[in-house]
C-alpha cells in the first residue's frame, strides 16, 4: 500500500480540514543535535505537547511511540507531520517517520515559508526551536508543503556514489594544488615550461626520485612506453634531478612531500573507483543506450539525472524535472522594480552543474550549435551564461522525455523543436 507520505499533500490536507477538530499537526524544528516537535489542532489551537529527541534510533524509536500515543489521546483522525530539509540532518527523521508511519503524513516545508511566516507573525525576528516547530506546523495545517523527491533504490545508489566522487575530486584538487605549492616554494625550475595537466607525471617521477637513485638511461626507457618523447623525459629528469640536489634538507622536504603525495595518491585512486562503480550502475540501465545518444550527455550527466529525479513516475511533465534541477526561473517585482529572472538554484546542485557542462559541450555539436549562435547573438550584453543555462534546461526535458517514453532522440524533431523557441 502506497504510504500517505507519497501523495500531494494539499488535497489530503484539505479534505481532512473539514473536520479541523479530528486533525493534529506536527512541526519539527530540526538541528544537528537536538529536534524540538510541537502539536497544533487543525483548527490553530496551540497543544502542550512537546518532544526533544535526536536523530539516534532509539531516540527515533520513542519519537515514533510519542506521535502514536498523541493520536490516541486527542483521538485525532488525521495526523500531519512536517519538518525543514535543513542539510543533511532532516533525512534520518523524514525516512523514519515515513517507514514507521504509512498512515501518517510526513512532508517538507521550504525554510524561505518558514523565515517568511515568522516575519508576518511577530516583529520580534529572533528564531527559537520552538517557536519554528509551531510555525511548521501551522504551515503545514495551511498545506503549504510538498513531497520530497521519492527516490528508488538506483537513484539512492548513485546519489551515494557521486557524493563519494565529489568528495573525493574535492580532495584530488586541494592535495594537487599542495604539491604544486610545494613546487613552487622549493624548486620552481621543475615547473619552468611544463603545462599543469603535466605536472601529474613531475609528481610520481618526484615521488620515485628519493626512493631508490634511478639512472637516467633506464628511468627515461622505462616511461618510453608510455607515449612520451624521449627529449621531454630527459629534460624532466635532468631538470627535477638538479632540483632535488640543491635542497638544504633533503629528508625534511621529503616527509613534507610524502604527506601530500600520499593525499593526492589516495584521492586520485578513490576518484577513479568512484567513477568506475557510476560507469557500472548506469551501464545495466535500459535507458542509457538512449540517453547517450543525446549531444553532450555521459554517464556522469545520466548518473546526476537519475540522482536528481529518482521515481520518474512522480513527475507528469517536463517542468516539474525542471524545478526538481532549480532551472525554473523566478522574477522580483517590487513598484517600479523588475529584476531580470534568475533560476531558482533548488533542488539536486549536482545535476545542475553536470547539466551546465553537458550544455556547453552540446552547444559545440552541429545539432544545437546553429541555435545557442542564434540565441547567443540577439544578446546585446554578449553574456552566454543564461544561453548556456536555456541549453541545459532543454536538455534536461530531453532526457526527461526519452526517460518516460523510451523513443531514441531524434536530431531532426530536436532541431524543430528549438527552431520555433
Known sequence: MKALSQYDPKPVIQTALAHPAD?????????????????????????????????KPDSLADCITWLRALKRTYRAKHMFIGMEPTGLYWLPVYNALVDALPTFGVWQVAPQAVAYSRRMQT????????????????????????????????????????????????????????????????????????????????????????????????WVSERLKRG?????????????????????????????????????????????????????????????PLLLSVPGVNILTIAAFFAGTGDLSQFTYARQVEKAFGFDLHRWQSGKMDAPPRITKHGYAPARKMFYMAALSASRSPVFKDWYQRRLARRNDQKKLPVVIALASKLVRICFKIAVTGVPFNESLAITAITHE
Not at 131 to 156: E, M, N, W, Y
Not at 253 to 275: C, D, V
Request: aromatic share 6%; net charge positive.
Open 123 to 218: 516583529s520580534n525576528f529572533s528564531k527559537t526551536d520552538d517557536r519554528d516547530a509551531f510555525l511548521i506546523a501551522d504551515l503545514i495545517r495551511q498545506g503549504k508543503c510538498c513531497r520530497p523527491i521519492q527516490h528508488t533504490v538506483v537513484s539512492r545508489h548513485l546519489k551515494e556514489q557521486l557524493r563519494m566522487l565529489q568528495h573525493a575530486e574535492d580532495a584530488l584538487i586541494i592535495w594537487r594544488r599542495q604539491l604544486l605549492t610545494i613546487l613552487q616554494r622549493v624548486m620552481p625550475e621543475v615547473l619552468d615550461g611544463v603545462k599543469e595537466a603535466q605536472a601529474d607525471s613531475i609528481f610520481k617521477f618526484l615521488n620515485e626520485l628519493p626512493m631508490a637513485d634511478i639512472p637516467e638511461a633506464q
Open 23 to 55: 486533525v493534529l499537526s506536527i512541526g519539527i524544528d530540526i538541528a544537528k543535535d537536538t529536534h524540538i516537535a510541537r502539536v497544533m489542532r487543525g483548527t490553530g489551537e496551540q497543544l502542550k505537547g512537546r518532544l526533544a529527541f535526536s536523530s
Open 228 to 288: 612520451r618523447s624521449r627529449a621531454k623525459l630527459t629534460a624532466w629528469y635532468r631538470r627535477a634531478t638538479a632540483a632535488t640536489s640543491s635542497i638544504p634538507d633533503p629528508d625534511q622536504w621529503h616527509k613534507t612531500w610524502q604527506l601530500a603525495w600520499n593525499g593526492w595518491a589516495s584521492a586520485r585512486t578513490q576518484t577513479i573507483y568512484s567513477k568506475k562503480l557510476i560507469d557500472s550502475s548506469v551501464a545495466s540501465h535500459p535507458i542509457t
